[in-house]
């Protein structure tokens, strides 16, 4: 059988590092095993899911590479939904129920007061013919599939054998008064159709897979592989949920972070792979492997993005770069050497611009007190423009014999003045590049 995922976002909002690592893995399983990766939408929530998050989705994705194979859409199949609801309801694993929100919520607490799990009661199944008719009357019934009270097991592909106890959990509602299917019936009946065989997704959906389970063999359904992922928290392990809003895929983007950055890091965070920038995602995917993972919540931090977008940066060829560097109006006589003196410098791609407005302006000379003597002796020495190669030493040199300095008590002032900063690139490869010095 081709292996075969799906990664399942609704589309009412953008997509986050959370969605992101579900992404990934299930991307990555089928790309390893040469299978299909769908794009499922789960969009049966007409007034949440809109069609800006559903192109915010793709675009996001597209953006980092992972592409699909095939996109489905779930309001598109609401007549099969209909159907699989019907066949439930034939087989006597479905029935109405009539209670209010707030009638479940008492019933809830009332449990809980007593000590007992706040798990549905079941008393719709015992409303007389009469009562049931007098209710739909009144008001739309939900309803709800009706689990066999055994232990449902499986082997997870991260969290090892579960087994649930099936009586432990409500009869999960998969149609709601207004109509509106809810999502365990629907994403149950895609995973069945499109033959969906590895489902990877957080860890919170872990009661909803046993359910899941039931539904799909009273469906006649294969149940695929399951694996369950931690979720992430923050850096000093606090809930991630409410900072996630501005964990955005396109935040990260606007930061300058780069996809392959990401996406290596997202696929060794939580195992015991080190932290290292991949080459590509097949790469990735190619050593990826479930079984690295484990239970415990995994910390992520935004900052740990960083030097592994400097590092790609850095490694980035100047033809990537030579569109990018025309915009900025770097002549194109000297784009490839101003790449190559920038790139080591920077910590993302935009901020090359910083390194092209000093060469071509030149900077704020950073002159401490007791140097200014010694830089305006260096000003009379400096060789006349355009400079090579070599002019950073002759000037250097003939700074050296005129002032007696030498060592860092020479070059660093130097530096400083020539570029107002106390670290960069090899002043005799940046100087040739300077159109303009500011001493
Ligand atoms: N739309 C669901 C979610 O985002 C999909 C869960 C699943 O993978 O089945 O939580």
Redesign the pocket.
Known sequence: MTTTTRF???PTGYLHVGNLRTALFNYMIARKSGGQFILRL?DTDPVRSTDEYADGIKEDLEWLGLNWDRVEKQSDRLDRYNAAADELRASGRFYECFETPVELDLKRKKQLNMGKPPVYDRSALNISDEDRAKLSAERDGHWRFKLDHERINWTDGILGDLSIDAASVSDPVLIRGDGQFL?TLA?VCDDVDYGITH?V?GSD?VTNTATQIQIIQALGGTVPEFAHHSLLTGPKGEALSKRLGTLSLRDLRAAGLEPMAILSHMAHLGSSAPNELASSIDELAENFDLSNFGAAPTKFDAEDLKPLTKKFVAGLEFNTMADALNDLGVPSDIAPAFWDVARENIDTRADVATWWNLCQNGATPLIADEDAEFIATAKTLLPAAPWDETSWKSWTTAVKEATGRKGKGLFMPLRKAVTGMEHGPDMSKLLPLLQKVNL
Do not use: E, G, I, L
Request: cysteine-free.
């Open positions: 399942a976002p609704s789960d999502y994403s489902v997704r959906h």
